[in-house]
């Protein structure tokens, strides 16, 4: 019979881990996995596949030289909150910012896929390859890389990656991020009209 202990530690570290079953997105037809970008396994997944990516393909020209000033822009899920944003910006390091309408003329690293399925996932990055100049549209010309990812019950880390050839990939549509709504403070209630106060002196 297990120990009820040893399997709350286990349950426990399974949570701090990010361990999902099945997990999503964006979500296939008629598919019942988790589709929540904010997922904790998504966030982790997300972490390490951006991190590994611009650390192998930072933004550079031709002659090297680093595009965008030391910054990028990060293109994440539909849905996902604004504080998953700016921690995975954060993690990402490498002057990763989440993509507002001010920085998009920034390098775009975009998220289009992420899947989880037991201990093993996949994410799909498209990045600017700046180095072989703009496309034949003006833009820069993608790449896509799909990279294979082990983790659950450890941290989430790139185990294997496939990439495609320039000009193959269509980045996702742009989700800006917004931060949150600032609090507002209820206005204080009005006296109600017509009620009587008490007179200085009165009894």
Not at 14 to 36: N, Q
Not at 112 to 133: F, K, Y
Not at 175 to 194: D, T, W
Request: include cysteine; proline fraction near 12%.
């Amino acid at each position: 019979m297990l120990n009820l202990r040893v399997v709350g530690l286990l349950i426990g570290s399974m949570f701090l881990a990010g361990c999902v079953s099945w997990a999503s997105y964006p979500a296939a037809p008629g598919e019942t996995a988790i589709k929540d970008p904010n997922n904790p396994a998504m966030e982790q997944i997300m972490m390490a596949g951006l991190q590994w990516t611009v650390s192998k393909n930072p933004p550079v020209d031709a002659k090297g030289n680093h595009v965008g000033k030391g910054r990028i822009a990060l293109n994440l899920p539909v849905g996902i909150k604004p504080k998953v944003y700016r921690r995975i910006a954060e993690e990402t390091g490498g002057g990763a910012e989440p993509i507002t309408e001010a920085n998009k003329d920034l390098p775009i690293y975009h998220v289009s896929s992420v899947r989880i399925r037991g201990d093993e996932a996949q994410i799909n990055i498209i990045w600017p390859a700046a180095s072989l100049g703009p496309s034949p549209q003006g833009g820069p010309v993608y790449q896509e890389v799909k990279l294979g990812l082990a983790g659950g019950l450890s941290t989430w880390h790139v185990v294997s990656f496939r990439e495609w050839g320039p000009g193959g990939a269509e980045p996702p549509e742009l989700n800006f991020y917004k931060p949150e709504p600032e609090y507002v403070a209820p206005a204080p209630k009005a006296e109600p009209s017509g009620s009587a106060k008490p007179l200085p002196g009165g009894p």
